[in-house]
């Protein structure tokens, strides 16, 4: 790869950390909306409320530092009552013949404040969609006490219980700290909360200015605000072609900076880099075939997998081969992987391929219908000594070679069969259509085997004879069994057996091996056999 290609590829690699949305390189502006609580004096349970804007700049070179400021207004709420360690204190500012009752009743009061703060923001996770911060900044106050305004003036100018107070003394410089966090919904839009805390340096926001006996303050008062934000982001690093990735970055990563979607693919740059994690220079990202768009909006598999289930499948055989889900392993839940099935022959769309309510998880011959007794498998005909039954293996792994033979003796060996003359043995699991000659595909693999032993055995003539149960007229089912015997040469002639080896013979209902009473027994009489007529 050219050192060019690949510092642009590490570059990519990098850049698939970063989360969904982050504010780095962001002018905010936002809505502030709080409540207050008062401390001092009077501190007690009620709250006021506040509401403001800020703006806030995050460095894109350092986007751990940000730099912004507030502006608000609001007002506090408390009772003004007598508290005993105010001890005489509290009548210079509220003489008993001017506030008959101010000594045992409390009466509501509030003051206004309006504010502005420079702040220096620290950013906890500057590139993380949710972002948690802390702020300190200073504080320029214009405040007013209702008990203050409210108080009459002198013939001096001066107010009657306030006589020390000026209009300088409405404005209070002190130190504002705080902590938030904002949760981005788009790349521009984000909530958040936020608390901050007011050291006021003045002891009159709530109208009551105790002081010691050098006449210093001795409660200064404090505002805490808590409340919810609403930013949004008016500003960013250039981009052209406004797909959410500067054109610096863009550079650096190998996009296009005037080109939104560089691949064509139908997923921006943005996207494909913030987002889905697939290589905005490639379509198809982990080229198993299918384009980024179709993996991720279409079949939602992961465009950086080429086997997003890890079944062994690939999503593209998934998708449009097999009709599997791409997403899982087990598409049917039958307890079996897609590809096991694949390999068995079984449906992996289908949990019970055969259709013989013993789902393939728990069938040993999955693609012969069976009963549940013999675990899926058709039961074994009545023991004799000319009978050979031949079915398909199974019970692990699909192979269209191999082969359970039974003879009274299930331990003998895999394709070392010797049929004598005048014999026959019956092959289960070939089915036709109901009422039909025409057979089911799922018999193809059975019937091929039988193909191949008839190439083993070049030799060997045999008589193809169809059996059916008693279900319908005598006469038809004598056409139908004969019919039947017919397309399986035709099959097996396909298949490059010479036609003169075989011969068609239809037993219809005459000869049944199993009682038509039962569903079992019916299905042993649907049978075709071998019959064996020279070697």
């Known amino acids: 790869m050219p050192i060019i290609a690949q510092l642009q590829y590490d570059s990519l690699q990098r850049v698939y950390e970063k989360q969904q949305f982050y504010p780095n390189g962001k002018l905010e502006v936002a809505l502030l909306a709080n409540v207050t609580k008062y401390f001092g004096e009077y501190t007690d349970q009620h709250i006021g409320f506040s509401g403001g804007i800020m703006t806030r700049y995050m460095l894109p070179f350092l986007p751990e530092i940000g730099l912004g400021a507030r502006i608000g207004s609001g007002w506090i709420n408390y009772e003004r009552r007598y508290k005993a360690r105010f001890g005489p204190d509290f009548q210079r500012q509220f003489p008993e013949k001017d506030f008959p009752n101010a000594m045992n009743s409390?009466?509501?009061?509030?003051?206004?404040?309006?504010?502005f703060e420079p702040a220096f923001y620290l950013n906890i996770f500057p590139r993380s969609s949710v972002n948690y911060y802390i702020f300190v900044g200073y504080s320029v106050i214009l405040y007013g006490a209702q008990d203050i305004e409210d108080d009459?003036?002198?013939?001096?100018?001066?107010?009657?219980?306030?006589?020390?107070?000026r209009d300088a003394n409405t404005v209070d410089y002190h130190w504002i700290g705080g902590i938030g966090f904002d949760v981005f919904l788009s790349r521009r839009l984000a909530i958040g909360a936020q608390t901050s805390f007011r050291h006021i340096q003045t002891d009159l926001l709530d109208g009551y200015g105790q002081i010691d006996g050098f006449g210093r303050p001795t409660n200064p008062d404090k505002i805490v605000e808590t409340g919810i934000k609403l930013s949004y982001y008016i500003f960013e690093q250039a981009d052209t072609?406004?797909?959410?990735?500067?054109?610096?970055?863009?550079?650096?990563?190998?996009?296009n900076p005037y080109k939104a979607d560089t691949d064509g693919d139908g997923i921006s740059d943005y996207d494909e880099i913030s987002l889905y994690k697939s290589n905005p220079l490639k379509t198809d990202t982990d080229g198993d075939g299918m384009s980024d768009y179709d993996e991720i909006i279409v079949y939602h598999t992961n465009p950086s997998l080429t086997d997003t289930d890890g079944d062994g499948i690939s999503d593209?055989?998934?998708?449009l081969i097999y009709k599997t889900n791409p997403r899982l392993a087990d598409s049917d839940g039958d307890g079996i992987a897609d590809k096991e099935e694949i390999q068995?022959?079984?449906n992996p769309m289908n949990a019970d391929t055969d259709g013989d309510d013993v789902p393939d998880g728990q069938d040993i011959c999955p693609l012969i219908a069976g009963i549940p007794t013999y675990n899926g498998c058709p039961p074994p005909p009545p023991k004799n000594d000319t009978t050979i039954i031949l079915i398909r293996d199974t019970l692990r792994e699909f192979h269209r070679d191999t082969f359970f033979v039974y003879q009274n003796n299930p331990s003998l060996p895999k394709n070392e069969i010797t049929i004598p003359r005048g014999q026959s043995f019956t092959v289960y699991g070939i089915k036709f259509k109901s009422g039909s000659s025409v057979i089911e595909p799922d018999s193809y693999p059975i019937l091929d085997t039988v193909a191949l032993w008839l190439h083993q055995n070049s030799k060997i003539i045999t008589e193809v004879?169809?059996?059916?149960?008693s279900v319908g007229n005598a006469v038809s089912n004598m056409a139908l069994s004969n019919n039947r015997a017919v397309s399986v040469i035709d099959y097996l002639v396909g298949k490059g057996i010479d036609r003169s080896r075989l011969s068609p013979a239809g037993?219809?209902?005459s000869m049944p091996i199993g009682d038509n009473g039962t569903p079992e027994g019916r299905m042993l009489n649907r049978r075709i056999?071998?019959?064996?007529k020279n070697k």
């Open 507 to 509: 037993f219809g209902e």
């Open 241 to 255: 072609d406004g797909d959410g990735i500067s054109d610096d970055d863009e550079i650096k990563f190998g996009t």
């Open 529 to 532: 056999e071998f019959y064996v």
């Open 152 to 165: 009459p003036i002198n013939n001096s100018g001066n107010r009657v219980h306030y006589p020390d107070y």
């Open 316 to 319: 593209i055989d998934e998708s």
């Open 106 to 115: 409390s009466i509501m009061r509030n003051s206004w404040f309006t504010g």
């Open 344 to 346: 068995r022959g079984a």
């Open 465 to 469: 004879r169809g059996h059916t149960d």
